[in-house]
Nanobody, 119 residues
């Protein structure tokens, strides 16, 4: 299992921007597809974005498409989530996740970082 640690969350006004970071341990980072999920109070965890092992392909939830950008740096074992034009409904704990090649589910999770966008 890869160990994941998120950072970069905070309080930002509507319309503002944040960049989340996820640091991964281990030498096998490149074998993992990476993703970002979020969980708001009283709601189920939801998919935000994912990126393939090479970084050549990305996927986004409709709610963030055009505003968020996922990227990775395999040399640094890092994954990022750039968030622009933030809305109050983006308020949530954001979690970094990893899915090993051949596995159906994301099996490694970070502790999360809080993003708050006041209404």
């Amino acid at each position: 299992q890869v160990q994941l640690v998120e950072s970069g969350g905070g309080l930002v006004q509507a319309g503002g921007s944040l960049r989340l970071s996820c640091a991964a341990s281990g030498r096998t980072f490149i074998t993992y597809e990476m993703g970002w999920f979020r969980q708001a109070p009283g709601k189920e965890r939801e998919f935000v974005a994912s990126i393939t092992r090479s970084g050549g392909s990305t996927h986004y939830a409709d709610s963030v498409k055009g505003r968020f950008t996922i990227s990775r740096d395999n040399a640094k074992n890092m994954v990022y989530l750039g968030m622009n034009r933030l809305k109050p409904e983006d308020t949530a704990v954001y979690l970094c996740a990893a899915r090993r090649l051949g596995e159906a589910d994301f099996g490694s999770w970070g502790q999360g970082t809080q993003v708050t966008v006041p209404s």
